[in-house]
C-alpha cells in the first residue's frame, strides 16, 4: 500500500505500545500519512526515542505518553495528556500486547493474568477512556490488533488466542453500539511478524520458526510495515463506510471465510 502523504492530515492518533515493534510501524506510518501520534507505552525511553524519529521524519508529529494499558486510571490520563498537548483523538489503535508461549497445563494463573490483563482488559480500558470523547464530537476510528491465533487458535498460546477472540467478539460489538454514532470499530489480525513478541516467542524453537515461514503461502513472516499500512487504512475516510470486520495479514496462511 503507497503512502498517501496527506489522508491523516490534521488527524490526532493515540497508539498503544507503540515503543517497538508492529506499534512502533503504525505510529510511523500514521504519522507518515499527516497525523499527529500519541505513542503511548509502559517503555518510556523507548517511546520517547519513536516520537523524536517521527517528529523528525514528518510530515506528521509525535509525543511520547506513559500509558500501561493494564490500568484504567493510566488510560485515562494518557488521554487527558494527548487530547491536551496534542487535541482530541480522531484515531485510537489498540495494539499494546505480551504473550508467553507454553503448554495450557504448564502455564500458571500469573501468567494468565498479566495475558488477560495486558491482550483484553488493556483494550477495554483505552475504549472507555476514548469512546465518550469520540461520541461528544460524533466520530471516531477504533483499530485493535488481534491475531490470527484469535480466528483459528494456536498451540502453546491458548489464553492470548482466547483474548484474541475477545477482542474480536469486543470490537464487533462496539461497532455495532457505535455505528450511529459514526464511529468505526476495526480489527486487524496480524500472523506471525518480525518482532521482540515474535523473536522471545521463538527463542530455541528455530525449527518451528522455518516449519512456520514454509507455512506461509508467500514463504515469508510478516514485517511491522505490512501490519501498519492496514491500520492506516482503517484509521482513514477509506474505511468510513467499513465497520466490525476483521481483516487477516498473513501472506495468506489464514483464509477465513
Ligand atoms: N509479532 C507477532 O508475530 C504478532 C502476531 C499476531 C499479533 N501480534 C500482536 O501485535 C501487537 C504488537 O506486538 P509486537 O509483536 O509488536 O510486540 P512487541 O513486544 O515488539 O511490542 C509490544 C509493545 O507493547 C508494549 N506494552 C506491553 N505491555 C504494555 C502495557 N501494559 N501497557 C502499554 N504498553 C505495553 C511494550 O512495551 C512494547 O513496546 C500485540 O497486540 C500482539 O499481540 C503480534
Redesign the pocket.
Known sequence: MAVNARRLEGKVALV????????RAIAMRLAAEGARVGV????AE?AAQTANEISQSGPGSAVAVY????RLSSAVDAVTQVEREVGPINILVN?????KVEPFVESESETWDKVIA??YR?LIHCCKAVVPLMRQRGAGKIVS?????GRVGSSGEAVYAGC?GAVIAFSKTLARELARDNINVNVV?????E????RNAMAGREKLLEAMKRSVPMRRL?Q?DDIAGAVAFFASADADYVTGQVLSVSGGLTMVG
Do not use: H
Not at 16 to 23: E, F, H, K, L, M
Not at 67 to 70: A, F, R
Not at 195 to 198: G, R
Open positions: 498503544t505500545g507503540a515503543a517497538q515493534g508492529i506499534g503511548a507505552d509502559i517503555a523507548t500509558l500501561d494499558v493494564t495494539n499494546a500486547g505480551w504473550d495486558v491482550n488493556g490488533i488481534s491475531s490470527d491465533a484474541k489480525c496480524p500472523g506471525p511478524t518482532t521482540a513478541l515474535l510478516g511491522p
